[in-house]
């Protein structure tokens, strides 16, 4: 990742911790889903922040898109995309240095026993809403119900594992889990449940899109807005969490500025004539070409490289197999083999791309070669369900010698097609039955992917193939992604060190039937099913097997 600094103004926003469990059970100060805490009970503030960290000033942001509603908890509208963070607050929290722990922010403890069966999370008796009023258990049951039953539909899948839930007293809350659930993430997962004030939506409906300014309880307030193109928040003083050991050295600027850009290159002149402070770049040409304006020069931008190893998802063209034309798995290989990435890396990105193989790319989870033993015993019982050569071929992507010359590929793609039922007549590739041609659209959002886009269809083009690149704004991007109503688009999945229940939204059948999930391939296996019960179950084996034999690739 690429970031811009101006002013050398940084900032790092973080979130809350500290717990403590209840009854039977110990009250812990948090739960770990690999070994302990790295923070003890009394720990006074997180290793990476400076605790006394001056307060004030203004930082400003610019962000890509438009916004219409202050929920980002339901599939309508587009939601401000800071709200999680600064506004409304969850249970619990986990360190940047300590991603697999969890640290109390809204509850003071937390109570697991041994066999993970339930977790239970006590409010602090100090937490309060913005008006006040003190955040209670019947704000956080409220909260799960109202989210498991009218938010996006990834809830249902993070609490499908979840039997019920009680509360016990004024400020203790319980949930049960189902009889077998082996996840042992989940109570983390329940950890992280965002926390809404139920009185503040008594006269509302949730599954509605507002621009009513929301009542929240973190650091930071709506100030003032204007729908689609920014909004102010200002630093609340008088914020409940303020003194808590997982808040110190953060959430130091007094206000933070956010304006919306409908086009990137509006956002990078803006940047680059100081309309805003912090530019993350993901436009590999503006990275090499962009950044030589004289506040580079005079070090008023830090232009910084920040290496990491952290897994960095996949992003990729994305085959929505709910269409017909693209169910068979040769006619995807095919398609696969008209993407020249050397080529792009080099006359397009500046040779500054590794080409990712890996849904946990850059981590010690990205694994090589074929299935080692234990991995094995995993896919093993699944041989019939998966391609066979998942056991006996490492996955590789399609490769080229970079020159654009790519014509062994396509003789490669033109032999699959021709396989799969698809012939040339007349230079155009058509259905050997129907005669019905191949005729696809590729759905854009952002203007940068036109220039990588074309390449690709023109090989496409030489296989007979009609690809329309259509170019629509955010919002009718983000409507039609939800419905699914699409052949292909660019996508990508980000992932984590410690990947569970988010890959049921990701890859389940259940995902695949779910409008506004991130299933968007549409794949429908039940090997793969198998294989991500057994990852929510904890088994690193399991997500190195799940990527090491390139199964959602294959299948």
Known sequence: MRFSIVRQCCMVLVFLAMVSPLQAEPRLHAIAIHGAPKYPPDFKHFDYVNPDAPKGGTVKMGVLGTFDSFNPYIIKGQAFSMMNSLVFETLMVSSTDDPSTAYGLIAESVEVPSDRSWVAFTVRPQARWHDGTPITADD????????RTKGQPLYRLYYADVAGAEKTDERRVRFVFKPGTTNNELPIILGQLPVLPRHDWATRAFDQTTLEVPLGSGPYRIDGFEAGRHIVLRRDPTYWGRDLPVNKGTYNFDTIHVDYYRDYTVALEAFRAGAYDYRPENSSKAWATAYTFPAVTSGQVIREEIPHQRPQGM???????????FQDPRVRRALAYAFDFEWANKNLFYGQYVRGESYFANSELAAVGL??????????????????DVFTTPYTAPRT???GTLRDNLRLANRLLEESGWTVKNQVRVQAQTGKPFVFELLLEDPIWERIAAPFVQNLKRLGIAVTVRLVDSTVYENRIRAFDFDMVVYRWLQTLSPGNEQRNHWSSQGADMEGGNNLIGIKSAAIDALVEQVNAGSRAVVESFRHSALVHRL
């Open 371 to 388: 299935p080692d033993a234990r991995e094995m015993e995993i896919l093993e019982p699944l041989r019939g369900q998966i391609p066979e």
């Open 401 to 403: 010698d970079g020159s």
């Open 315 to 325: 992003q990729a063209f994305v085959f929505n197999t709910r269409r017909p034309l």
């Open 140 to 147: 956080v049951l409220w909260s799960f119900e109202t989210l």
